[in-house]
């Protein structure tokens, strides 16, 4: 929105029929060729005409008045959402940063888990102690300062970062594909997939689709179909897309309970389909509401607000495990503590750790590729090996 500002809200004097706002579009953009029409949200905005470029498959959004001037074009791919988008899943990597996102978020979920259950409030001799965990303890000095920040944040933020982290897996590149042939092989699949996998965020514009001549021999007029978009009120913003076989009239709320896909006879205009969030597969409709949650936009700025707090508790968990591991770091090694024989409750841990492996393939991946590294690289490093502190366990 702060991006558009300069093309919304402006006074307008007269209007013209959308298939006008398309022909300046498209005279300000030669041998361009149309793709879609953006519904204005508010009469005073401009309309987005999404033009396919001739070169190199280029593409733009041309902003034209609701008087029928263009006034401004951006490029889509270098817009902000578009490139915050791509740091989030990508971290500007591609597939191989979309791996390294998904493992780290693997691992996140094995830490948070296997940290419940490790702080989970216990004193000697049996009861619970639930300071240090639900409170902190802030009389007892720096190092219980520190612990308990970590300890306590954890035991606070566990289930939002973990709804954050669940509701992102059908987007990751592996364990997204997996979820999908899932679906497919279970009869899960009602209706075209609504989001994209492996750090694919261009979902609003598909290349190759949009070098295809929609010169298809139709007679309902863009004008009639914008104007029956209109009377549905669909959820902003609204995308009319040309034949094809039919016109395409589509919802892309970012709150996709929202969403909407109406089809409509490029010959004769009428309504030929009508999907709706509802009629929607329950599996997808689960995920759907998870990626609203995600994206913080399932119920407004509180769903915002709950998102930067979780944010900022992860950030406060990382800065003081952080902190507690330089204050007791020893010098020339990394300061992992020393492997008991059997470590305390360590079945409960190892039954976690197996059971993610089982359902997130990145961290089964990484955890054989550490135990090949153990056995059959570090026995040959003895300096890299005293330095991570597991020395004494090659050596039994």
Known sequence: AWEEAPFR??????????????????KAFPDARFDSYRLPQSPGDAAIVHLALPSDQQVRDVFVSAEGRVVGSLDPETRIAEFVSSVHSTVLLGKAGSWAVELAASWAIVMILSGLYLWMPRREGGGLGLAGVVWPRLRLGKQAFWRDIHAVTGFWVSGLALLLLVTAMPWAGVWGDAFKAIRAQAGWVQGKQDWKTGGDNHSEHDHAAMMMDHS???????????????????AFPVVVTPPGEHWSVKSNAQNRPLRATLNYNAV??????????????????????????????????????????????????????????????????????????????????????????????????SLILLWLFERLILPRLPKLSRWLGVATFLQT
């Open 216 to 234: 298809a021999r139709h007679t309902a007029s863009i004008d009639s179909i914008i104007s029956a978009a209109r009377a549905e009120k669909l």
């Open 268 to 365: 004769t205009g009428q309504k030929v389909s009508d999907e709706r969030f509802a009629g929607r597969h329950p599996i997808d409709q689960i995920v759907g509401y998870g990626i609203a949650w995600h994206e913080g936009q399932l119920f407004g700025w509180i769903n915002q607000a709950i998102g930067v707090l979780t944010a900022a508790a992860l950030i406060t968990l990382a800065v003081s495990g952080f902190v507690m591991w330089r204050r007791r770091k020893p010098a020339g090694g990394l300061g992992a503590p020393p492997l008991p024989a059997l470590p305390a409750r360590i079945q409960g841990v190892v039954a976690i750790l197996l059971t993610l492996a089982a359902l997130l393939p990145m961290l089964a991946a």
């Open 9 to 26: 809200g402006q006074p307008v004097a007269a209007t013209v029929a959308p298939s006008q706002q398309i022909d300046a579009a498209l």
